[in-house]
């Protein structure tokens, strides 16, 4: 199916179900549709280890002072749990930002490159995010998910091995370089990774950069450039993002008061929360749960 005719057939799918800037769910393998008719102001996300297809129109990502552009054509692949910022750069009414995401199965990938004897260019990944041309065959079992997610009967057969093929390509693609680091359990990816994994599980826990390096078996100057380079931002830094945008989500979904909201990630003084809060959003906590949750698509 040629990509235009596929992009109509997202868009179509966009009008008939109400999708919009907001990931929409498809129906397979979790699958998300965005489709955005006009550029956004920069917004936080935090990312999973995803990937995203874009079909039409251009989105920047920011991690730190790194910006990764993925337009037309081009796919993101993101292998590590991330806060960043993103933003629609190139969508209109006529040709909207159109774009298929689809989240990682890091224990599949981590499968499937035992067995494969070279997984792919084995040059070191500089970051988490990267962004690379869409070849043929991702597109087409991109394109093959989507219209799953209309036959059930036979979605039960099918997805798995639909989905082992999609990760197989994204494992071997040419940026796919974090995603075969990841998945060499001992690489230094790998150890950041885990130590990732321990931040976001108990994001209002105090933390020593030491012990973080010792849980990654690194000493601290490795441990911490190496989680700069991956992540583009310091360990404290990274939990402090976390914990912004967990609270955020508290604030804004849960109707959690301000004070509670930053007690339960682990702010002592609701006055610091406050400043904090403000520099990284641009707005005070209670005007910004006043105005409502904010655009986070992919």
Partial sequence: MPP????????????????????????????????????????????RPIFCLVLQGEKQTYLGSQTVRFGAMQSLIVGLDLPAQARVVSASRTEPYVALALPLDMALIRELALEIDRPGKSSPASGAVASGRADAAIVDAMRRLFELSQMPE????????????????????????????????????????????????????????????????????AFHAHFKELTGTSPLQFQKQLRLMEARRLLQAEKLSVSRAAFQVGYESPTQFSREYSRHFGLPPRADKAQGPSQAAL
């Fill in 4 to 47: 235009d005719e596929l992009i109509r057939k997202l868009v179509a799918f966009a009008d008939d179900h109400g999708a919009g800037g907001d990931p929409f769910p498809v129906g397979a393998g979790g699958m998300t549709l965005v489709r955005q008719r006009q550029p956004t102001l920069i917004y936080p996300v935090v990312y």
């Fill in 154 to 221: 036979a979605g039960k057969v099918l997805l798995p091995l639909l989905l082992r093929e999609i990760h197989y390509w994204l494992l071997t693609a040419e940026h796919g370089a974090i995603l075969r680091q990841v998945a060499e359990q001992d690489s230094h990816a790998a150890r950041i990774a885990r130590v990732i994994a321990g931040i976001r599980r108990d994001i209002a826990a105090s933390l020593r950069v030491d012990d973080l390096a010792g849980d990654a078996g690194m000493s601290v100057s």
